[in-house]
């Protein structure tokens, strides 16, 4: 699978604490002349190759392309850290090696549900009672009735809005529409499968549980997964993740990962400072 723009700029370790016998961190770049960087996700030309054995194999030089860091991935894709007066001119390169870049991900709504929303309300009313109590008109409102066998279990609503409205709803917890006061969902609402309950993908697209797994409540599914991935991928066992959490839970790393990149991916244009 590969990785988004959001999810391969963000901080995977997060700020670690100084240490006495290194004066220089080794989570930060070396400093440019123009003090300036841009960060370029790389595809490989074909499944199971590397960007970096194409790059190794090419007569291009690290200090030539002003490379100053660089993140591999299980898919063979490469996160590089180049210098951003030399940027243009590598990325004229790249189709001579047969490798790409990924296009920047298309920025995505905010969205919430509001749930119990009363039988005789409609779509149109939904979003009038929403303009009313927060002034802002949501980009769209859609009904979804509950998965349930019980006889009139109700509906709930889906509404894509802007950033502002988003906040607004998070902090509001609830809202009145008509005579019944609904509460109100802002968590990331994660692709999970409902045949193999792994994060990402749908039952329509289930790879299944790869063999070399064996499912054990102690142990995280989805954390698993991530290493056999890391392995075959010939990746440092740094990279692994722990498993040793049910699966789905707050300690998830795989799960904060992928909250992570949902709110990345809805983050405002103004705040997107980590590519340039």
């Not at 999810?7 to 930060?28: I, M, Q, V, W, Y």
């Not at 549980?209 to 991928?233: F, G, H, T, W």
């Amino acid at each position: 699978m590969v990785p988004s723009y959001a999810s391969a700029t963000r901080n995977k370790r997060g700020p670690r604490k100084k240490n006495a016998d290194f004066r220089l961190s080794k989570e930060k770049p070396l400093p440019t002349k123009g003090g300036e960087s841009v960060k370029l996700l790389v595809l490989p030309a074909q499944e199971g190759t590397k960007v970096t054995r194409t790059l190794e194999s090419s007569n291009l030089q690290p200090r030539t392309i002003g490379l100053l860091n660089i993140v591999e991935f299980a898919s063979g894709a490469a996160l590089l850290t180049i210098q951003a007066d030399k940027a243009a001119e590598f990325g004229t390169r790249l189709p001579e090696l047969g490798l790409r870049l990924k296009p920047r991900d298309r920025r995505r709504m905010f969205s919430f549900r509001i749930h119990d929303i009363p039988e005789d309300l409609h779509v149109p009313d939904i979003a009038e009672h929403i303009e009313a109590a927060t002034q802002a008109k949501p980009a769209k409102v859609s009904t979804v009735t509950y998965n349930s066998q019980a006889e009139n279990s109700g509906k709930f609503a889906v509404v894509e809005c802007e950033h502002a409205l988003f906040n607004l709803m998070r902090r509001k917890r609830t809202l009145l529409l008509g005579y019944r006061r609904c509460r109100i969902d802002t968590s990331p609402l994660l692709m999970r499968c409902r045949t193999c309950s792994l994060f990402g993908h749908t039952k329509n697209t289930c790879p299944g549980i790869p063999e070399e797994i064996r499912p054990e409540p102690s142990q995280c599914l989805d954390c698993q997964v991530y290493n056999l991935r890391m392995k075959k991928a010939g990746l440092p066992r740094s990279r692994c993740r722990d498993t040793k959490h049910p699966a789905g839970s707050r300690d998830c790393p795989t799960k904060r990962c992928l909250v992570k990149k949902y709110v990345a991916e809805r983050r405002p244009a103004d705040d997107d400072d980590r590519l340039t």
